[in-house]
T-cell receptor, first 113, second 114 residues
């Protein structure tokens, strides 16, 4: 069983729509959750992090966390073609006394002009 | 400007050769990490270091070696024992190696074995 699961996509949305990216994780003890954006051929760039249940908003981005359901999501409002990228979910949890970040395989988002 | 630099951007290696990938950070971060990314796969942890002169194996350390002689530097050597080294290698750092500390990535090195 994968520790962090994401739908690989591609997820296609029209420009101006809301893109919803989802991630589930297996470790109930996970404490920190991160969303990274990765353009093709480039390194990941941190765009959001969330630690508490509920919503966290930053500009057009909203991260949502539900620890009971072991589910974290990223909403992108007013999607732009420049948002087209792969979005990586990362979860920090305990691995034998070491705090380990586990990355999902990413969801590819395509914003259609 | 603070950040993480990796060099070279592209590296070509012949089979049987060892190569060393450079990673430098001026963020004053204690923790540094090396990941490998293959197409269609997530990032896989090779090695990490919490402080100078200390490092630990990650999930796929076989065929790799590291050193941490300076806080700013965490070079990765890909040895000839690594059977399939062609991949995108990413170095990252965080303030500390802890639950809440987000990791910041360098631009990566793309290694190709000829």
């Amino acid at each position: 069983q994968k520790e962090v699961e994401q739908n690989s996509g591609p997820l296609s949305v029209p420009e101006g729509a809301i893109a919803s990216l989802n991630c589930t994780y297996s470790d109930r003890g996970s404490q920190s959750f991160f969303w990274y954006r990765q353009y093709s051929g480039k390194s990941p760039e941190l765009i959001m992090f969330i630690y508490s249940n509920g919503d966290k908003e930053d500009g057009r981005f909203t991260a949502q966390l539900n620890k009971a359901s072991q589910y974290v999501s990223l909403l992108i409002r007013d999607s732009q073609p420049s948002d087209s990228a792969t979005y990586l979910c990362a979860v920090n949890g305990d691995s034998g006394g070491y705090q380990k970040v586990t990355f999902g395989t990413g969801t590819k988002l395509q914003v259609i002009p | 400007d603070g950040g993480i630099t990796q060099s070279p951007k592209y590296l070509f290696r012949k089979e049987g050769q060892n190569v060393t990938l450079s990673c430098e950070q001026n963020l004053n971060h204690d923790a540094m990490y090396w990941y490998r990314q293959d197409p269609g796969q997530g990032l896989r942890l090779i090695y990490y270091s919490q402080i100078v002169n200390d490092f630990q194996k990650g999930d796929i350390a076989e065929g790799y070696s590291v050193s941490r002689e300076k806080k700013e530097s965490f070079p990765l050597t890909v040895t000839s024992a690594q059977k399939n080294p062609t991949a995108f290698y990413l170095c990252a750092s965080s303030i500390q190696q802890g639950a809440g500390d987000e990791q910041f990535f360098g631009p990566g090195t793309r290694l190709t074995v000829l």
